[in-house]
DNA sequence: ACGATTTGTTCGTCAAGTCGAACGATTGGA
DNA sequence: TCCAATCGTTCGACTTGACGAACAAATCGT
């Protein structure tokens, strides 16, 4: 809920409630009764909040870490289209305020390799062009074959693995 | 404003004020004057709405076209990786603050596809996974092979053509 | 051409969010 | 020990958002 995620920002910023409520311009009754789970905010609230605590706004409206999401070459919500022979999948509809990097790699066959965990709240999305591999954060890892989707948390222990030589794929980085 | 945001994300759902404020369950008088830029709705208000719209809550936050760029399969900057057989190529690294679709399309040889030119501002990256190609815009068409990465205004028009059968590639477009 | 439906807006009413003040509880000096 | 300051909560008064009905305008179907 909203008021979990307000407590927790504020905790995080080591500010008090009484100063929290003056630095935002809000009453310290009105954040009280937040934070107690009563009532919900308007947008103008919740703004003064995100501003004095210096976070993204959608960062209150936070739920708890996203699953993993493996979408098949032949998975994945087919748009509509006039021409049959035009297949287009959307794997991902990015939220505002946050920067995604695209990575094309290409990698062999050898020893499996270990990333090291990204910053907190980083996601990453793969694409297998073509080959085959095996990957996904630790004990989740998945069968790869081109075409198939996959998404996961970065900020945890994740690996790669070719199984076919030049195995391309694709990741786009989402860094919050 | 969040007023745009709403009306941004109605007409792309392409329903009608009445309609959504019907799906929502909240009055159509709220949601004329919240489109109007009359009043701060309550968070109830706006997670009735991204529930209807089928879109995160934190989309309703928010909302220049570079040159068109295209990276061979064997071009790009190789980033530098501990292991020789594993290349990654940065290709977009995005600006804050945009949104940027994924989609992964599957097309086949015949008839010119042309699409109609998408909002003033959005950019489409195209990464070939296999098959072969010709895309662009109007009169800077490339041919594509699998690899091949091709970014461009996705304001203008532009055309793809499948030169092979089960012709994939992936597609980001980005939104300001 | 006409009625019927749907569109989006404006109005008054009610409920709910916000405010300011006062409250008991806790901490820190002097 | 006592006073002062700060903590977070609770109360009534005010402000405002959400609702429902009535409204003009546009679209549709016969």
């Not at 706004?57 to 996203?66: D, G, K, R, Y």
């Not at 049959?84 to 794997?91: E, N, P, R």
Request: net charge negative.
């Amino acid at each position: 809920m909203i008021a979990a995620a307000i407590k927790r920002e504020r905790s995080r910023a080591g500010k008090s409630l009484s100063a929290l409520a003056a630095e935002a311009g809000i009453a310290k009754s009105t954040l009280s009764q937040l934070e107690a789970g009563n009532g919900n905010p308007s947008v103008e609230t919740l703004w003064a909040l995100a501003a004095a605590l210096d976070v993204p706004l959608s960062l209150l409206f936070e739920t708890e870490a996203p699953a993993t999401r493996l979408i098949r070459a032949d998975e994945g919500e087919v748009l509509a289209s006039e021409q049959s022979d035009f297949a287009a999948v959307l794997l991902s509809r990015s939220p505002p305020n946050v920067r995604r990097d695209v990575y094309r790699v290409v990698m062999q066959p050898g020893e499996i390799r270990r990333a090291q965990p990204h910053p907190r709240g980083t996601v990453e999305h793969m694409l297998v062009c073509s080959g085959q591999m095996r990957a996904g954060p630790e004990g989740q890892e998945e069968q790869l074959w081109p075409g198939d989707y996959y998404t996961y948390p970065g900020d945890h222990p994740h690996t790669y693995e070719a199984k076919q030589p030049d195995t391309m794929f694709l990741i786009v980085m989402e860094a919050p």
